[in-house]
């Protein structure tokens, strides 16, 4: 069974901190994503990567920047966390084909 | 910009009904589309789809693609009330790069009363 663990299920951070969001897969998956979940507008793509040290930006990348230093953990980083980023974010692995993505519990992060 | 639209987005029905879901999309570059059930976390894979014609079945539920009418449907037949969930239709485009994004429906909120 294809595994991919998120460090936290609920995470409360303070405005203007800096917040990381780890993501672990065991599955030797070359490709991870990071998603925001939010009633109303569904899964958004914030970044992915397809390779070591390779990150590409999605559809809302801005507020955000990620972290791939090995195949199988991928972060997300909050340089300066703001209230509008309080949402449910799923980070996700894939093999390079088919991309069949498999997704982790989420992380509820609040900022206050 | 790419764009999944599902409908409806919520639905109540009895236990032993059948139920079919929609999603229609507009993507340049069209790879494959792929239905999620989300319970209380994380979405889990059902089905991608490929090509046009072919219903992919596992169970109770099945899917079909129409790729010149560019929508999808997910049947479940004999409903019962472990398949209350959220279901997401996502689609796959060519980005040309090492991989690719899915780009989400808002998915159809599903409740099976007893």
């Known amino acids: 069974d294809v595994k991919v663990t998120q460090s936290s299920r609920y995470l409360v951070k303070r405005t203007g901190e800096k917040v990381f969001l780890e993501c672990v897969q065991d599955m030797d998956h070359e490709n991870m994503f990071w998603y925001r979940q939010d009633p109303g507008l569904g899964l958004r793509l914030i970044y992915f990567s397809y390779d070591v040290k390779m990150k590409e930006k999605g559809d809302i990348p801005e507020g955000y920047s990620v972290s791939r230093e090995k195949k199988e953990r991928f972060s997300l980083i909050l340089e300066s966390a703001s209230t509008n980023q309080t949402s449910m974010y799923l980070c996700?692995?894939?093999?390079?084909?088919?991309?069949?993505?498999?997704f982790g519990a989420g992380t509820r992060l609040s900022v206050l | 910009e790419d764009k999944v639209v599902q409908s409806p987005l919520s639905l109540v029905v009895h236990e032993g009904d059948t139920v079919t879901l929609n999603c229609s999309y507009e993507?340049?570059?069209?790879?494959?589309l792929l239905w999620y059930k989300q319970e209380k976390k994380a979405p889990t894979f059902l089905f991608m789809l490929?090509?046009?014609?072919i219903e992919k079945k596992s169970g109770r539920l099945s899917s079909i693609l129409d790729k010149k009418e560019l929508f999808s449907i997910l049947n479940i037949t004999a409903t019962q009330t472990g398949d209350s969930a959220v279901y997401l239709c996502?689609?796959?485009?060519?980005?040309?790069?090492?991989?690719?994004?899915?780009?989400f429906g808002k998915g159809t909120h599903l409740i099976i009363q007893p």
């Open positions: 996700a692995s894939s093999p390079r084909t088919p991309n069949i993505q498999y």
């Open positions: 996502a689609v796959e485009a060519y980005s040309g790069g090492g991989a690719d994004g899915l780009t």
């Open positions: 490929t090509s046009s014609g």
């Open positions: 993507v340049t570059n069209f790879r494959s």
